[in-house]
């Protein structure tokens, strides 16, 4: 019984993680028609951004979170300015853009803070008990902040007016901006919730299993996972791989080696999408 | 046409003046190491030569409408297959390294396969994770590989001065540059540039879409197994790490940052992110930034590559000398 609900609970931190950050690629994927490879980059450094509040300058840890995802935000602001509004719709350039943005991250954070492994203090210490059954704070906290910003995420994309906005501009750039939809300003929206999502991922993986330079390639490749199999342009389809995958991860290891998960995990995918080639929930192309 | 010129009919519409830069570049290339004799200079030549093989490879495989971001590990399956022949059954490296990139081509046409249904993005990252799982397999594998340790004291090609690999590498170099041109310019080139361009067309004509797709797939994969088991009878140590998904993206920044356009674009990308990030070797910890400063560059100056600066100038030439004259006429 303990095995199962572990198990379960810890697909579901990894999922709703996994989903963080995924949703902040899409987002950019389907309105700015940019691949941003340095979406792991970006949530590396709000790791590290929140670590260096919470223990070098002593900030209270919740706060160091909020100022870690402003920081990052206005980070993605200045990224949409300066780097990526050139390159909307390049996928060419804005690869090499982004990959140029990888190495200058990884690079800056490995000068200043250096390659070893930090670590976040955890968010909420201690172990909660019902009967049988025992689970570790850190998760459940990580679960519920996950979960949260998940439904105001997609409440935001259905509901709110630039929500639809920006799902108007991934359908059609043109006719979005013909309506009147300022395209630049609602990018703007984007890289800056993107980036946002990315750093509060990096903060509360950082604090379950710490941080390093170049922990964000291995977000990265889950991230694409997720939006590859779940459909580009669709968030139910992200959310359904996201569960998928984060399960295969948090539960696989269990029985076999960790090498192996790694397989079987891109075996799944690759059935999956020889079965659809378009993604689990994604819209067929013309 | 004559008879001579339809033998080089690759060449055509060449004129005498890249031939003599081309003849030019080879014989300075063939003399440097009478010249310079630096074990240092001729290591990151080698490794220039080998990189630039499998950067041309990953253009041929470009040109088919199949951009593979997984590259690096069909490197290592070439790699490893004729490290571990060579090692585990005593085999000379001669016929390891030809074998190492008969298996990747045969992996290439066994996942080619089904990977043909897949276009554009989801192509570039079904091959992404095809590149990780490599890695994982060959982790899995770790009584032959080493595993995340890196297979050692694999059997050398050559006793150790570095000059017999300068030329090896080399020649390696100019007879796949021929082939993958070859390639390219040949009526199966034509084809598979026609898939790329538009599939339904391809179709409409009663081209078959995916042979051609998975045979551009599985040349440019023989030669980068090639490239591969040269790399590894060469540094005769192998580690997975150097076959990860940031070596993957790096080939494809190789051959970006040259040009997709020209086939002349890898070569080109691929000598100047090796070569002047070395220059700077003195100060170690700032030389990622060298390298990606030399992409900002690329990307805002030259957004076709560096093979496009010539026809760039040239543009920019013409555009000042008809402003003169118009100002001239008025």
Known sequence: ?286 | MNKANRKFSMWKGKTPTKAVIYVGLIIILFVLPLVTRSPYYLHILILTFIYIIATSSLRTIAISGQLSLGHAGFMSIGAYVSAVLAKELGWTPWLTIPLGGLATAAVAVLIGYPFSRLRLIYFSMVSLFFGVAILAVNATLSDYTGGAVGLIAIPPLFASSKLPYYYFCFVLLLLSLLALRRFEVCRIGMTVKTVAQSHWVASSVGIDESNYRVLALAVGCFFVGIAGAVYAHYNLVLSPNGFNLLASINLVIYMFVGGMGSFFGPLIGTATLIIIPELFRGIKEFVPYIYSGIMLIVIFLMPQGIASLLGQVKFWVANVRERKTVRHAS
């Open chain 1, 1 to 286: 019984m303990q095995i199962v609900v572990t198990g379960a609970v810890n697909a579901l931190v990894l999922s709703s993680m996994y989903i963080l950050v995924a949703l902040g690629f899409a987002l950019l994927l389907s309105i700015a028609g940019i691949l941003n490879f340095a979406h792991g980059a970006i949530y590396m450094v709000g790791g590290y951004i929140c670590y260096q509040f919470a223990v070098g300058f002593g900030l209270n840890l919740w706060l160091s979170l909020l100022v870690s995802v402003l920081i990052v935000g206005l980070l993605g602001l200045l990224l949409e300015k300066f780097c990526f509004r050139a390159f909307f719709g390049d996928m060419v350039n804005s690869i090499i853009m982004s990959v140029a943005l990888i190495i200058i991250l990884e690079t800056t954070v490995n000068v200043t803070v250096g390659v070893y492994i930090r670590s976040i203090p955890q968010f909420a210490s201690g172990i909660i008990r019902s009967g049988a059954i025992s689970i570790s704070a850190e998760r459940i906290v990580t679960l519920i902040i996950g979960g949260i910003l998940l439904l105001l995420f997609t409440l935001f994309i259905k509901k709110a007016k630039i929500g639809l906005e920006m799902l108007a501009i991934s359908q059609d750039p043109v006719g979005a901006v013909l309506q009147g939809i300022n395209i630049h300003s609602i990018c703007a929206l984007a890289f800056f919730m993107g980036c946002g999502l990315a750093a509060v991922a990096g903060c509360l993986m950082g604090a379950v299993f710490g941080l390093s330079p170049f922990m964000g390639d291995f977000i990265l490749v889950k991230a694409i996972q997720l939006v590859i199999l779940g459909g580009i342009g669709s968030t139910f389809g992200i959310l359904v791989a996201g569960l998928i995958i984060g399960s295969i991860d948090a539960t696989l290891p269990l029985f076999v080696t960790g090498a192996v998960t790694d397989v079987v995990g891109f075996g799944v995918i690759v059935v999956l999408l020889l079965l659809r080639p378009q993604g689990l929930f994604g819209r067929r192309e013309p």
